[in-house]
């Protein structure tokens, strides 16, 4: 594991390049879709990298950037530690073994996966503010993998809530899970829907 933990330069806006996409930001936030199945191809590092560079550049009151990220490769061998620990919080939840195997499975054949935590706050308003920008940054990352070509899966159960899973990524006791995202190349092009938002606006002019 590595991680930048010398001394922190703040970038500005203006000294990133992005990347050069047709994608819109309406086309992104449209066709953003996760996906179960996952062609059997490395995403590129580089990609990653935009990706949570991206994600940085959330909303974040107060400045006070809360993510922490772990991004598990396929050959890592966390893999294995992380399947299994998926495996058995569904036999304790279901004990299905089917189902178990499933989960298992899901964590093991993802081309990659970012566990992203929160890091709470001096009291429980900066605490809440932590965790809406912890979610906005993963939804950053996702839509920044549509630009990419790629589907980013949100996972928020049983891989999830294995007791050891801290100690296994490395992280810290008080901090939070706030999902678990499959990166990949879809090999699915799953639909989705969503009621009109007409039913749920209330305009006050």
Same mark, same amino acid.
């Given at each position: 594991?590595?991680?930048?933990? #010398? ?137 920044? #993998? ?23 990524? #490395? ?35």
């Amino acid at each position: 594991m590595t991680a930048n933990d #010398g001394k922190v330069v703040k970038l500005a806006v203006d000294e990133i390049t992005a990347l050069g996409t047709d994608v819109s930001v309406y086309q992104a936030l449209y066709q953003r879709r996760m996906a179960w199945q996952f062609k059997d191809e490395a995403v590129p590092k580089v990609a990653l990298e935009r990706m949570l560079e991206a994600a940085v550049w959330a909303p974040n009151h107060r400045l006070t950037e809360p993510w922490r990220f772990f991004v598990v490769n396929a050959a890592s061998p966390l893999r294995h530690t992380l399947g299994d620990q998926a495996y058995e919080v569904s036999m304790e939840r279901r004990g299905d073994p089917r189902r178990a195997e499933a989960s298992r499975k899901s964590i093991l054949d993802a081309p990659v996966l970012i566990y992203i935590y929160c890091v709470p706050g001096t009291n429980d308003e900066v605490t809440q503010e932590n965790y809406a920008s912890v979610c906005c940054a993963a939804h950053n990352i996702s839509l920044a #993998g549509v630009a990419e070509g790629l589907a980013v899966t949100w996972e928020t159960g049983g891989a999830t809530r294995h007791p050891n899973l801290k100690v296994t990524l #490395g992280a810290e006791e008080d901090w939070t899970l706030a999902t678990l995202l499959s990166v990949g190349i879809p090999a699915e092009s799953p639909a989705s829907f969503r009621t009109p938002v007409t039913n749920f606006v209330y305009w006050h002019e």
